[in-house]
């Protein structure tokens, strides 16, 4: 077995066929299944099953596919350290769902620092995605939310990865309106009187459940829902179609990512805690460090 058949399983499983996966790896259809072939024989167990609708994993072959996600994340993660052009850089990772905070505190230890030659990444993206990069160190650090929606499964998840959870903040539950909006002056607003709006959420439709959704409300009915993976896509279409969102899709406590939009208390409550998360047992960078220390000034949990 080698990170090149790895990698090719990897690339099966996520295409819609083998001709697919084939053209997307530059390689030959009759080579790439022929390498898989070996490598199940090696394994002593098929990793796809064959029909002629095509091709599906076995229930080994997913639970192969489970680790060996896991075996070429720390590959790329060592090749892109120790092999690439510049392994001579000083380098640090954050991964974070959609919060103001965790971008401030990433340039301020940017600014502060100053290194001389450096490859620094900031990964905007679904709370998943969060837990996986610093459960497979792509992340150091990792800004995550939960509401009491959700908070019995996240804190699973995170005994699961061996997380360590610091709470920064809570914050309540407010809708987010374009300045127009016929209820933008409003101090406080229920969900059932913006049921004609749409509501615009971030999408996590890598997730088959709603309890790794970001936003409060989570499990709320909405009427008219439109999931949107682009900050700047949600902000047109709620500006457009006068619609709204709820909790941290937009803002970051009480600062707007864009001037014009207001944010409206809700009478329902559903406070969201947001905090960081670390690897248990692992040794921070003084990016690491300096970086939760700039979090820890908007620390309001004692």
Known sequence: MNITQIKYVLAVASSSSMREAASGLYVSQPALSASIA???DEL????FERTNKGMSLTDAGRE???YAKKAVGQYEILEDR???KDSDKERFS???QHYNVAIKAFADVIRKADPEKYVFSIHETKTRNVLEDVRDMKSEVGIISFSGANEGVIKKLFKEYQLA???????ETYAYVWKNHKFAKRKEISIEELQDYPCVAFDQSDDSNFYLNEEAMADYDFKKLIKSDDRATTM???????GYSIG????AGDDAILKGFVSIKLKEEDPLVIGYITRKGSTLSEYGKAYIKELNKYKEIK
Do not use: C
Request: aromatic content about 12%; overall charge negative; charged content about 15%.
């Open 94 to 96: 954050v991964s974070a």
């Open 82 to 84: 120790y092999l690439s």
């Open 44 to 47: 002593g167990f098929l990793i």
């Open 64 to 66: 192969f596919v489970t």
């Open 236 to 242: 047109e279409i709620i500006s457009k179609l006068h």
């Open 248 to 251: 941290s899709g937009m803002l």
């Open 38 to 40: 070996e490598l199940e």
């Open 165 to 171: 959870f610091t709470p920064l903040m809570i914050r």
